[in-house]
């Protein structure tokens, strides 16, 4: 069973392109690098597993705790991985500040493509609220 706690990690340029990712299911869901924590691990831990995981990026710099913690009522397309009693996830906002846009790897089972947009094109399109409102908070778009 998967851990009610959860990443979200917003990367943007200096210039506040925002990179986004379309997950493989469901289709059309755009969201920034998410994922669950594991067990034992901490929120900044498996925000930089996440960012190498999704992005093959590494985050030994730069990689910023935000102190955002957003609880939400967890989809009941996904609700069968947790606990039978858990419908409630905790995520923990963290922000990437890149100089320039960069290429990244993406996971195939994971993600089909992934789009640079301006901050403002990013929340339009981010699929989550809480999402749409990290990148709205950390771009002030």
Known sequence: MKRP???????ATEANDVLLL?????PD???????????????LAAARRELFEETGLFADVGLEDTGVINEYEILPAWREKYAADV????????HLRLSEIMDVRLDPEEHLEYRWLPAAEAVRLASSRTDREAIHLLTRS
């Open 29 to 43: 869901f755009w969201q920034s690098v998410t994922g669950s924590l594991e067990w034992g691990e901490s929120p």
């Open 5 to 11: 706690e959860s990443v979200l990690v917003v990367i």
């Open 87 to 94: 419908q409630r996830n905790r995520e923990h906002v963290f």
């Open 22 to 26: 379309r997950r493989r299911d469901p």
